[in-house]
């Protein structure tokens, strides 16, 4: 089992700056491909980040490519999402995601065994 804990979540005006959080216990952190996904009212959740066990290797939704930026301290067992330039549409609750790190990375929701209990992020215009 892994535990994971988001936090860093609040309200920022547009073009402001936010960092999330995610802090994972329980088995060992670089067994684990990790992702951000959120949900914003009234929609379905999706993918916006994706980093590999290593660090080595990252991907983005289009819709955040340039702004947001995944990182990970696997000797603090943490994923970071540093979210720039944040925009109204950005609302959402954050959840940090983990896969295990022998299968390939993917953007799909199901392809992720354990998740957080999400983070409200919230863009005022």
Same mark, same amino acid.
């Given at each position: 089992?892994?535990?994971?804990?988001?936090?860093?979540?609040?309200?920022?005006?547009?073009?402001?700056?936010?960092?999330?959080?995610?802090?994972?216990?329980?088995?060992?952190?670089?067994?684990?491909?990790?992702?951000?996904?959120?949900?914003?009212?009234?929609?379905? %959740?999706?993918?916006?980040?994706?980093?590999?066990?290593?660090?080595?290797?990252?991907?983005?939704?289009?819709?955040?490519?340039?702004?947001?930026?995944?990182?990970?301290?696997?000797?603090?067992?943490?994923?970071?999402?540093?979210?720039?330039?944040?925009?109204?549409?950005?609302?959402?609750?954050?959840?940090?995601?983990? %896969?295990?790190?022998?299968?390939?990375?993917?953007? %799909?929701?199901?392809?992720?065994?354990?998740?957080?209990?999400?983070?409200?992020?919230?863009?005022?215009?």
């Amino acid at each position: 089992q892994v535990q994971l804990v988001e936090s860093g979540g609040g309200l920022v005006q547009a073009g402001g700056s936010l960092r999330l959080s995610c802090a994972a216990s329980g088995r060992t952190f670089t067994s684990y491909h990790m992702a951000w996904f959120r949900q914003a009212p009234g929609k379905e %959740r999706e993918f916006v980040a994706a980093i590999t066990w290593s660090g080595g290797s990252t991907s983005y939704a289009d819709s955040v490519k340039g702004r947001f930026t995944i990182s990970r301290d696997n000797a603090k067992n943490t994923v970071y999402l540093q979210m720039n330039s944040l925009k109204p549409e950005d609302t959402a609750v954050y959840y940090c995601a983990a %896969r295990y790190y022998k299968l390939v990375v993917t953007t %799909r929701e199901i392809g992720y065994d354990y998740w957080g209990q999400g983070t409200q992020v919230t863009v005022s215009s």
